[in-house]
Structures are given as C-alpha cells and as structure tokens.
C-alpha cells in the first residue's frame, strides 16, 4: 500500500492546469508543511504569465497558505489599542501579499523570513497612520502599551481592575510614571463631539457636545468686523479718524472734540451720523 503526504498531494497540484481545480484549504496545511508547499508554488509561478487567471490562482493559494504569517505578526500587536484584531490581520495581508509579489526564490532565503518584515511593517504603518489622536512622546507611547500589558496580567490575577501602585510595582516604575502613561493613554483615540452618550437613565439621546462649551458671543462681533470692514474703507478721511478715536481707543466726545476743534455736542451728532451709515450698510449687504 502506497501513501501519499499532504506536501506530495498539494505539490501534485500545481503541475499541469491549475485552472480546473480549486484553491488549496488552508485549513488543510499544517505551518511546518507551508515552507515546502510555498516553494512549489513560486516555481510554478515563475513559469507562469502575469495577469492570466492561472497566475492568480497559484498567487491567490500563496496568500492563503502563508496567513498564518500574518496570523502570528499580527498577535504580536494584540496591546496596541482599539483596533479590532481581524482589521490587523487585514492590514498584515497586505504586507503578505507585498511580500509575495516581490520574493523570488534565487534569493536563496526562507519565504516567511523575507516576508515577516513586510508583514509587520504593514501592521506598524497602520498603528502610525492611524494612532494617537494627539502628539504624545514616543517613551509614553511605549509606556502606554506596557501598562496594557500589566493592566490585563493584573486584572485576570486579581479579578479587579489593579491600582496605580500595584500596576507601578509589576512595571518596576514610579507611581507618577505610571499615572503619567494613563493619562498619555487618553491621547491615543478621539471620540467625536457628535457622538452619542449612553447610560443617562432616559430614552433621549445626547452628544458630548452638549455637556461641554458655552456660545461664544464674540464670534458674532468677529463676523460683524468682517462685514464692516469695506464699509468704513468707503468712508471719508475724518469720518474713519472719528470711529478709530470713538470705539479703537475709545476716547470721550469731549476728548475727540478737541483733538477735531469741534464741541462735544458736535461730535455726537457726527458720531450718530456714522453709525446709521454704517448700519444702513449692514442691513442691506
């Protein structure tokens, strides 16, 4: 009786027309046999033309032969943060698939040694590219991820969430250290003004932006300045001096009056003058 491995049946299948049959399970391939059966495929993609259907599929196994690659970098970020873990595998597919399209087996190196570095590369890019809300320093980010570290050991060891001088104790750091690297945490998502809060006890539902800030009257004047501007520019010489002396330094009319040789009286009727014309101006741009 004659038996024939799991290597020897899957290294028959990429010879003669892979198109008729269908793609290796991954299921099926034990780690220690993927080295083998990964070289098999790059032979037989190398004879292969790029861009036909029967280089797709080969590639196509490739990739699925090798996510335990991607399986094992990406348990490696497990403490980073939010991310759930399927979005880093997915992230680490692209670093194998990176991989794969530039390996060639005249390197004379192992597959997943070549392609552990892309693959972890992908995973760091997206931490980066997606990773702290605000700029924190880099010995806080490190920090944060070894506190997510001792924070679970000491919660599945103690049945409760540990305190900063028990987390200080495990981490070897000083209290204020280790505070320090919890509120460095607060820093590495933010959470959207609009979104909705829940546990208010009711069925109505609010926003953070509805606990925080106050209306800013002074934005209103801000717009107003904006819109008078073209409008004093369009008054004459001694009408402009006026409203700088009146409401820039904020002189009295009788102080303007000198500075003008008029009486007070007069530079309050000058003054009403103006800001009619000005308002006149607003009310109809």
């Keep these: 009786m004659i038996t024939v491995t799991a290597t020897e049946q899957t290294t028959a299948r990429t010879e003669g027309d892979v198109t008729e049959r269908s793609c290796l399970d991954p299921a099926s391939v034990a780690p220690r046999d993927a080295r083998v059966i990964s070289k098999r495929f790059f032979e037989r993609l190398g004879e292969l033309e790029e861009g036909t259907h ?14 335990s690659l991607v399986k094992y970098a990406a348990s490696r970020f497990k403490h980073r943060g939010v991310q759930e873990m399927e ?15 530039r390996f060639e087996l005249t390197r004379e190196v192992e597959f997943a040694t070549f392609a552990v570095p892309y693959i ?46 028990e987390l200080a104790e495990l981490m070897q750091l000083d209290p204020a250290e280790v505070s320090e690297a919890q509120k460095a945490s607060n820093g590495y998502a933010s959470v959207s003004l609009d979104a ?52 820039v330094e904020e002189q009295t009319q009788s102080q303007i009056g000198e500075i003008l040789g008029c009486s007070q009286m007069h530079v309050s009727r000058l003054i009403t003058r103006i800001v009619a014309k000005l308002r006149a101006g607003l009310n109809a741009s």
């Design 54 to 67: 029967e280089y797709q599929y080969v590639r196509n196994c490739l990739i699925e032969i090798n996510l």
């Design 87 to 101: 979005d880093i595998v997915q992230v680490g597919t692209i670093g194998l698939i990176k991989a794969i399209d």
């Design 120 to 165: 972890t590369g992908e995973i760091k890019r997206f931490f980066r590219d997606t990773s702290w809300a605000v700029h924190v320093p880099r010995r806080l980010q490190e920090a944060r991820i070894e506190l997510s570290k001792a924070t679970e050991e000491l919660r599945t060891r103690l049945g409760r969430t540990p305190t900063t001088a």
């Design 196 to 247: 909705a809060l829940s546990g208010n006890g009711d069925d109505t539902e609010s926003a953070l932006s509805d606990f925080i800030g106050v209306d800013e009257d002074r934005f209103e004047l801000v717009d107003n300045f904006h819109a008078l501007a073209p409008l004093i520019a369009e008054l004459d010489d001694r009408e402009r001096q006026i409203i700088h002396l009146r409401f």
